[in-house]
């Protein structure tokens, strides 16, 4: 099922009884760990014949990742395997707009030991030495690139220099409700593969109560937090963010104006104007199941992690694909574009053996059946408090290490229902012509990132016209990349 290059080598994995895993749950949940850093580990006895090799000498190991029940869970199976080692969590912050927290804490000596980072600021970071690199490692411990999807592997490589292991990836997803399809006289097994496609379904699918919208066809700003959403726009009309050589910033070209423009278009002409629209999807703030699960969107740009999350609500009849519907001059091509999270080790930390020994380990098979075993039983937890029907399934955004994936295929994507098989086989399927968000980023990533969040919501709100809200974005952007580039070469 896989499309992750196979590996060589197989790594044997222990299993966690969910009774087991839930104890070492509930005993931590809600704990604050705290330590401060010791010496590293002790080197094996190098004195050969019967002498016992020294007791690695305990750390305790400072960890900025995600503060919630799975990661608190795994984190107390890890230090149960390694007795010598005790992890300090501590929660990573924001993580979209410049990581502020990291970059701050690393630049004054005193950032975590190891950290959760997301890849598309990973090349600006990485070339302003906020991560160690880890090459040197992988060759001591025979670990091989070949053995991760191959865009994490890039996203992550500076200058030929590998700075951290992929821990999981995720691309844009396209869904529609199979039964809107029905109802509208549309194939429900078959969803807009072009932006024309949208045009004529949206209208079909739209469900009026008077003069008022009842259930939109499409928006192309739902869901609102994704304010990334004008990048897989442009690039499904053929846009890219940078030049080759990554030093002129290209957000202002046509196919990014006309991508704005179109959905800017589609949502006065179709979706009853931003404002409506945009009362209409704050009305869901807050709440746990957004307008596309509750069936009053009909078909919607997401990502894949929704898979799985759309699967709790079976009277929810959808489906979706990795291929994003294109503009007419793209048509034919596949588009999509994929990122996710990385552990990264700080450059200045004395701990390298023990936080590149809990990077192993947490990207690989045996963190998969951790993770699996408590996050099966939240979903059926989850479940029973809602009092939902059915049965709770699994199916979290894949592992990018092959023998992690090869065990997540096998004990949990295996479980799925048909329909959600197929679907996370069209999202492996996307990663292998997706484009990573390192190499759209670029040394200017956080800068960029904002310049698609003001100007979508300038063309939006009508604050600006797309062409103006582009080029304001593209100027903020180009100075910052102009100014890495500078520091880079001067250094």
């Not at 997706?434 to 604050?463: D, P």
């Amino acid at each position: 099922m896989a499309t992750i290059t196979p590996a060589e080598k197989t790594f044997d994995h222990k299993g966690v009884s969910r009774r087991q895993f839930l104890q070492r749950a509930a005993g931590i949940a809600g704990l604050a760990l705290a330590g401060g850093a010791c010496a590293p580990a002790a080197a094996p006895s190098a004195t050969g014949g019967d002498m016992a090799a020294p007791a690695p000498e305990p750390v305790t190991l400072q960890l900025w990742w995600r503060i919630n029940p799975t990661t608190q869970g795994v984190i107390q199976v890890f230090e149960e395997d390694h007795p010598d080692i005790t992890i300090a969590l501590g929660d990573l912050g924001e993580a979209v707009y410049g990581t502020p927290k990291y970059v701050t804490a690393v630049a004054a000596g005193k950032g975590p030991d190891v950290s959760y980072q997301n890849r598309h600021t990973f090349r600006q970071f990485a070339s302003r030495n906020l991560y160690r690199p880890v090459e040197d490692l992988m060759d001591r411990d025979n670990i091989s690139k070949d053995d991760f999807m191959a865009g994490p592997i890039a996203d992550l490589t500076w200058q030929g220099m590998l700075y951290g292991l992929p821990h999981t990836a995720g691309t844009r997803y396209f869904f529609w409700n199979r039964s809107h399809f029905e109802e509208a006289g549309l194939d429900p097994d078959k969803g807009p593969e072009t932006w024309e496609d949208l045009l004529e379904m949206t209208p079909q699918l739209n469900k009026m109560a008077g003069d008022r919208i009842e259930r939109y066809g499409f928006l192309p700003h739902f869901p609102p937090g994704l304010s990334d959403q004008l990048l897989i726009y442009a690039m499904e009309n053929g846009g890219a963010s940078q030049d080759e050589e990554g030093r002129t910033i290209l957000i202002d070209t046509d196919p990014w104006i006309e991508a704005l423009t179109w959905c800017v278009n589609i949502i006065d002409e179709h979706g009853g104007g931003n404002a409506a629209a945009s009362s209409f999807m704050e009305g869901f703030s807050g709440q746990p199941v957004d307008p596309f699960a509750q069936g009053q969107v009909a078909m919607c740009s997401y990502g894949n992690w929704m898979i799985g999350n759309y699967a709790k609500f079976p009277d929810l009849d959808y489906d979706g694909t990795g291929v994003m519907p294109v503009s007419a001059g793209m048509e034919g091509k596949q588009v999509n574009w994929s990122c996710g999270w990385t552990f990264v080790i700080d450059p200045n930390t004395e701990l390298v053996d023990p936080g590149w020994e809990f990077i192993k380990w947490v990207i690989g098979p045996e963190y998969v059946m951790a993770a699996g075993t408590v996050g099966l039983e939240l979903e059926t937890a989850e479940w029973e408090r809602q009092q939902l029907p059915g049965k709770p399934i699994f199916a979290p955004t894949p592992p990018v290490y092959q023998p992690a994936m090869e065990v997540m295929e096998a004990e949990f994507y295996t479980q799925l229902p048909p329909r959600q098989k197929q679907m996370m086989q069209r999202y492996l399927d996307s990663e292998t012509f997706a484009v990573g968000c390192g190499q759209i980023a670029g040394l200017a990533a956080a800068e960029l990132w904002i310049g698609f969040k003001n100007a979508w919501e300038a063309a939006l709100t009508k604050k600006s016209t797309p062409q103006e809200a582009l080029q304001a974005a593209k100027a903020d952007v180009q100075k910052a990349l102009d100014a890495a580039w500078e520091n880079l070469e001067t250094s």
